[in-house]
C-alpha cells in the first residue's frame, strides 16, 4: 500500500515562488509517473504538470515556463517548483502518483495514488 503526503502550500505574494512536495511512504520499489493538478471551487479539476515514465515532462499552457514538475528518486518524493505566481494560480493542488511496490520484482505491484491535496494563495 502506498501513501502520500503533500506539503508545501501557503500563501504567497504575486511573483513569488512556492515548491510543493509529494512524499510517497511504503515499499516503494519505483515511482513511475507523476501527474500534477488543482483545483478551484466550482470547476473541473485541472492538469498543470505531468512527468512520463520516460521523465518527459509537459505542462499547461497556463503553467509553461513558470513550474516545474521533478521527482528524487532517493527520497520518493515528487516536487513541483511554481515560480512567477499569479493569483489565477490560487487552488488546491493535488499530486497523482503511479508508483511501483515491492522488494523484489516477483513481488511488484503497480498503484495510483493521490495525495490529499494542499493549499496555494496567491493574494497581496
Known amino acids: 500500500q502506498v501513501r502520500l503526503v503533500e506539503s508545501g502550500g501557503g500563501l504567497v505574494q504575486p511573483g513569488g515562488s512556492l515548491r510543493l512536495s509529494c512524499a510517497a511512504s511504503?515499499?516503494?520499489?519505483?515511482?513511475?509517473?507523476v501527474d500534477w493538478y488543482r483545483q478551484t471551487p466550482g470547476k473541473q479539476r485541472e492538469l498543470v504538470a505531468r512527468?512520463?515514465?520516460?521523465?518527459?515532462?509537459t505542462y499547461a499552457n497556463s503553467v509553461k515556463g513558470r513550474f516545474t514538475v521533478s521527482v528524487d528518486h532517493a527520497k520518493d518524493t515528487v516536487y513541483l517548483q511554481m515560480n512567477s505566481l499569479k493569483s489565477e494560480d490560487t487552488a488546491v493542488y493535488y499530486c497523482?502518483?503511479?508508483?511501483?511496490?515491492?522488494?523484489?520484482?516477483?513481488?511488484?505491484?503497480?498503484?495510483?495514488?493521490w495525495g490529499q491535496g494542499t493549499q496555494v494563495t496567491v493574494s497581496s
Open positions: 497523482n502518483v503511479r508508483v511501483t511496490t515491492g522488494w523484489v520484482p516477483t513481488e511488484y505491484h503497480e498503484y495510483d495514488a
Open positions: 512527468m512520463d515514465s520516460e521523465d518527459t515532462t
Open positions: 511504503g515499499i516503494i520499489a519505483s515511482i513511475d509517473a
